[in-house]
């Protein structure tokens, strides 16, 4: 079934899941809904993806950083001294 979300922020996303329903009859013979469970991919959906982005782009932003402070730091340890 494909099933949509609007976030917090208002972005409207759209993912699929699967669903389903418990029903039990009551005394009056009518089948009523007792339970209902939907559940998605864990591990492949719109909402892990963004994490994913957001997280490779931060550590690939502290990476350049870390790598830019350690190439400053080293070629002044290694470079020509100044008299």
């Known amino acids: 079934m494909e099933d949509w979300a609007v976030t917090s922020s208002g972005t409207h996303v ?11 009859k009551n005394d009056a013979g009518e ?4 339970r209902i469970h ?17 997280t490779i782009s931060i550590t690939a932003v502290v990476a350049g950083l870390v790598g830019l402070i350690i190439g400053i730091v080293g ?3 290694v470079g020509p001294k100044s008299s």
């Open 14 to 24: 759209d993912f699929s899941t699967k669903w389903t329903a418990v029903c039990r």
């Open 38 to 54: 939907g559940s998605m991919n864990p591990f492949d959906n719109p909402f892990t993806s963004a994490g994913r982005t957001m």
């Open 31 to 34: 089948w009523k809904i007792w």
């Open 75 to 77: 070629a002044r340890l």
